[in-house]
């Protein structure tokens, strides 16, 4: 089982709407989750991040957390062709490294 | 300006040749990171230092070295005994490594002739 999954995608939603990404971990003593937007062959840049369970909103972006369930969201409501990229979670794993784990990404096309 | 430098953007090697990558940073973060990216995949670590002449191997560090001598500094050398080097070359930095948030550099990307 991966440390941390998504869905590959790609996932398309039409400019205006609401994109959500999805995110599950598996262990359970996790603290930290990140969100980072990746365009086509750039480095990841850092959206949000979020420690603790609920809701964070920050502009037009919603991190959501909840760590019973082991799941951390992100919403990018209006969404604008500007958007289309790849989507990283990261989770900083329990332990004294506290490595961050990244999943494989969610590609987004947010269409005209 | 503040930020993470790496260079070359491209580099090209060819079979059997060690290369050297470098990774500077303004910041004055003390943990710095490498990852590597491959086609449709997530970031995976490769080695990590939190201080000065100190680092530890990630998931990945075989065929790989590193050296921390300064602290703004945090060269990867990709040697011969890398298989398959090809990838995408991702260099990050935290203001300690208990704090989480890692940002990065721009990238290399390294082909393997």
């Known amino acids: 089982q991966k440390e941390v999954e998504q869905n590959s995608g790609p996932l398309s939603v039409p400019e205006g709407a609401i994109a959500s990404l999805n995110c599950t971990y598996s262990d359970r003593g996790s603290q930290s989750f990140f969100w980072y937007r990746q365009y086509s062959g750039k480095s990841p840049e850092l959206i949000m991040s979020?420690?603790?369970?609920g809701d964070k909103e920050d502009g037009r972006f919603t991190a959501q957390l909840n760590k019973a369930s082991q799941y951390v969201s992100l919403l990018i409501r209006d969404s604008q062709p500007s958007d289309s990229a790849t989507y990283l979670c990261a989770v900083a794993l329990s332990g004294s490294a506290r490595q961050l784990t990244f999943g494989s990404g969610t590609q987004l096309t947010v269409l005209p | 300006d503040g930020g993470i430098t790496q260079s070359p953007k491209y580099l090209f090697r060819k079979e059997g040749q060690n290369v050297t990558l470098s990774c500077e940073q303004n910041l004055n973060h003390d943990a710095m990171y490498w990852y590597r990216q491959d086609p449709g995949q997530g970031l995976r670590l490769i080695y990590y230092?939190?201080?000065?002449?100190?680092?530890q191997k990630g998931d990945i560090a075989e065929g790989y070295s590193v050296s921390r001598e300064k602290k703004e500094s945090f060269p990867l050398t990709v040697t011969s005994a890398q298989k398959n080097p090809t990838a995408f070359y991702l260099c990050?930095?935290?203001?300690?490594?208990?704090?989480?948030?890692?940002?990065f550099g721009p990238g290399t990307r390294l082909t393997v002739l």
């Open positions: 990050a930095s935290s203001e300690k490594h208990s704090t989480d948030t890692q940002y």
């Open positions: 230092s939190q201080i000065v002449n100190d680092f």
């Open positions: 979020i420690y603790s369970n």
